[in-house]
């Protein structure tokens, strides 16, 4: 086992790529520490996995966060694993229902023949675009500087951060997530360049599309035209997001730091 006894924590583990990666990481013998905003959904996913603890959790709240992880500290002394899944594409519902009307009218209009230009940036407020920061880009700033001396205090370790290829393509859309998800990149290659002198590697992923609960609320006709840009047309399982995270944590990826990984199915090449 890769990480036996190791000390693991993931963000957004309630769902998703993170829960997939909580998952992964508890079946490689890690000792697994879930947050997430969503305490029920957290507490009822992770009874099935053995040995995993919970912590309900808005990774937005520095103050909280500091506190989750000095608890870490006092019963574990150290951390080998930071996963940051945790993340949003719209700080609020009636903001994802009007992203997703504006994809569909993207879509009928170009089927018609026709096109349809969305208007995002003239229509975003500074509390919409204030609270994805918050979330994508604060919240990942606050657990890392959290975890940094649990990192250090065990000789080694690794900080995986999920961006996204809205973060490295040119992509139409509320401009708080792509920006938020780029400015995760920036943040990656200066805590790699920090702290590789400490033994921890940090690595940025930036996923296409992938079958999660958030990207089953789009319209499938329109989840069809996103994969159909993709080389390889078919979503990945977040399953398969989670053994990439499994690499880069472990010391077979131990030589890689300051890299953005794009699981995407060919959409990003580089």
Known sequence: MRFKDSVAFVTGAASGMGLATARALADEGAIVYGADISGEALQREFAQIPGAKT????????????????????????LRVLVNAAGVNAPNRAA???????????????????????????NTSDEDFDRVM??????????IRAAVPLLKAGGKGSIVNFSSAAAVTGVVMP?????????????????????????????????????????????????DFLIGMQPIRRTATPEEIAQTVLFLAS??????????????????MS
């Open 55 to 78: 912590v309900p959790l808005d990774i937005a709240d520095s103050a909280a966060v500091t506190a989750a992880f000095a608890e870490i500290g006092e019963t574990h002394g150290s």
């Open 96 to 122: 994802l229902e009007t992203l997703n009307a504006e994809n569909e009218l993207s879509f009928t209009a170009m089927k018609e023949g026709r096109r349809h230009n969305p208007v995002f940036i003239e």
């Open 175 to 223: 401009p708080y997530y792509p920006a938020s998800k780029a400015a995760v990149l920036g943040l990656t290659r200066e805590a790699a360049a920090e702290l590789a002198p400490f033994g921890i590697t940090v690595n940025s992923l930036a996923p296409g599309a992938v079958d999660t609960p958030l990207f089953r609320q789009s319209d499938p006709e329109f989840i």
């Open 134 to 143: 918050r979330i994508n880009l604060y919240g990942m700033f606050h657990t």
């Open 251 to 268: 010391d077979e990826g131990s030589y890689y730091t300051g890299q953005t990984f794009s699981p995407s199915g060919g959409l990003v």
